[in-house]
C-alpha cells in the first residue's frame, strides 16, 4: 500500500527542517525531488503530491497557515513550528520524517 503525502505537508517539513520562513515553488520543486529520491532508495511507500496548481489550491484550504506571494512564487507560512508540527508532522510516519531529517543533513533546500 502507497501512502500519497500532500503538498501541506511537504511544505511544513521543508520550512521546519530547513528553518525558513518562506519557501519558492522552485525550491519547493527542489526539496520535493530530493526527498522522494530518498524515500524511493529507503523503499518507503510514500509519494508526495507536489506542483503549482497543488500549492495554490493548499494555500486555499490553510489559509490559516500560509500565504501564497503571488509576485514571487513564494509560500510563506504566518504560523509558528509547533503549530505545522501539530496540524501536519504529527500524522507523518516515522520513516518518512527520518528521510526529511536526512535532507537536512545534506543541506537540502
Known amino acids: 500500500m502507497c501512502n500519497f503525502i500532500g503538498i501541506e505537508y511537504l511544505v511544513a517539513l521543508a520550512l521546519i527542517i530547513n528553518n525558513k520562513e518562506e519557501i519558492s515553488l522552485a525550491e519547493l520543486n527542489e ?5 522522494t ?13 507536489f506542483s503549482s496548481k497543488y500549492a495554490i489550491d493548499m494555500v486555499r484550504n490553510y489559509s490559516d497557515c500560509f500565504e501564497w506571494k503571488e509576485e514571487e512564487s513564494v509560500l510563506r507560512r504566518i504560523v509558528s ?8 508532522l504529527d500524522y507523518l510516519s516515522t520513516d518518512v520524517l527520518l528521510a526529511a531529517q536526512e535532507t537536512r543533513d545534506t543541506n537540502a533546500a
Open 31 to 35: 526539496y520535493g525531488v530530493k526527498i
Open 37 to 49: 529520491k530518498i524515500i524511493k532508495d529507503r523503499k518507503i511507500n510514500a509519494v508526495f503530491l
Open 81 to 88: 513550528n509547533d503549530v505545522l508540527i501539530s496540524k501536519f
